[in-house]
């Protein structure tokens, strides 16, 4: 059984850094493209970024990049997400997704099946 468990949310000031980790178990880790999206109150969720499987390519959706650092460890079967430059319109819950395909994709929202439970980031001043 897939589980992703996110953590390292928080509330932080525009302009401030959070990072956030997903710990992944029950599938080869090291074998699928990863990634990271969110769903702020109101919206639909959406792709933030993704990482192929071996870590070498990354995506970013335009809105964050620049500003947001996706990495993986695979020895440890973890997933990062370095948010930097923080604004408020990137309050949102933050999910870690693992990609439908092993070895495929990871650059769109389509990509992506299973998620984790998420974790809160609030950007206010």
């Given amino acids: 059984e897939v589980e992703l468990v996110e953590s390292g949310g928080g509330l932080v000031q525009p302009g401030g ?3 956030l980790s997903c710990t992944a ?5 090291s074998g699928y493209p990863m990634g990271w999206v969110r769903q702020a109150p109101g919206n639909e969720l959406e792709w933030v970024s993704g990482i ?3 870590g070498a390519t990354t995506w970013y959706a335009a809105f964050v ?3 947001f650092t996706i990495s993986r460890d695979n020895a440890e079967n973890t997933l990062y997400l370095q948010l930097t430059k923080l604004k408020t319109e990137d309050t949102a ?3 870690c997704a693992k990609a439908k395909r092993y070895g495929r994709g ?4 389509e ?6 439970q998420g974790t809160q980031v609030t950007v206010s001043s």
């Avoid at 990509?111 to 984790?116: I, L, V």
């Fill in 17 to 19: 850094s959070l990072r």
């Fill in 25 to 29: 178990s029950g599938f080869a880790f």
């Fill in 52 to 54: 192929a499987a071996g």
């Fill in 65 to 67: 990049r620049g500003r």
């Fill in 93 to 95: 819950v933050y999910y």
């Fill in 106 to 109: 990871g650059s769109k929202l």
């Fill in 111 to 116: 990509d992506f099946a299973d998620r984790g």
